[in-house]
C-alpha cells in the first residue's frame, strides 16, 4: 500500500517557476515508479512525466521537454516535479502516482494517486 500527499502548489506569473514534491508513505516505495499526471478544467487528465523506479529511464510529454524535471529522493521517499518557464496553458491540479508495474510507461495502470495541488499561472 502506498500513499501520496502533493504539495508545492500555487498562483505564479507566467515565466516563474514552482516545485511540487510529493511524498510518498510504504516501506517498498523505492520499488514503484513514479509519475506527474494533470487535469485542467473541462479537459481530461494528461500525462506529463515519469521516473522509473530505478531512475533508469525518465519520459516527458512533448508540452514540457526541456522546461519540467521529475526527480525522486528515496532516502526521504518524495518524488519532485520543477516546472519552469510556466504557461497559462500549464495551470491545472497536478497528481502523483505510482506503479509498482514494470516497466511503467505513461500508459501504464497506475494503482496509486496523490489528491492533487493546484497549479495556477497567470498571463
Not at 2 to 21: C, I, K, M, N, T
Request: charged share 15%.
Amino acid at each position: 500500500q502506498v500513499r501520496l500527499l502533493e504539495s508545492g502548489g500555487g498562483l505564479v506569473q507566467a515565466g516563474g517557476s514552482l516545485r511540487l514534491s510529493c511524498a510518498a508513505s510504504g516501506r517498498t516505495f523505492i520499488s514503484y515508479s513514479t509519475a506527474w499526471f494533470r487535469q485542467a478544467p473541462g479537459k481530461e487528465r494528461e500525462f506529463v512525466a515519469l521516473r522509473s523506479w530505478s531512475g533508469s529511464s525518465t519520459d516527458y510529454a512533448d508540452y514540457v521537454q526541456g522546461r519540467f524535471t521529475i526527480s525522486r529522493d528515496n532516502a526521504q521517499n518524495l518524488v519532485y516535479l520543477q516546472m519552469n518557464s510556466l504557461t497559462p496553458e500549464d495551470t491545472a491540479v497536478y497528481s502523483c502516482a505510482a506503479t509498482y508495474y514494470h516497466p511503467a510507461t505513461r500508459s501504464s495502470t497506475w494503482a496509486y494517486w496523490g489528491q492533487g495541488t493546484q497549479v495556477t499561472v497567470s498571463s
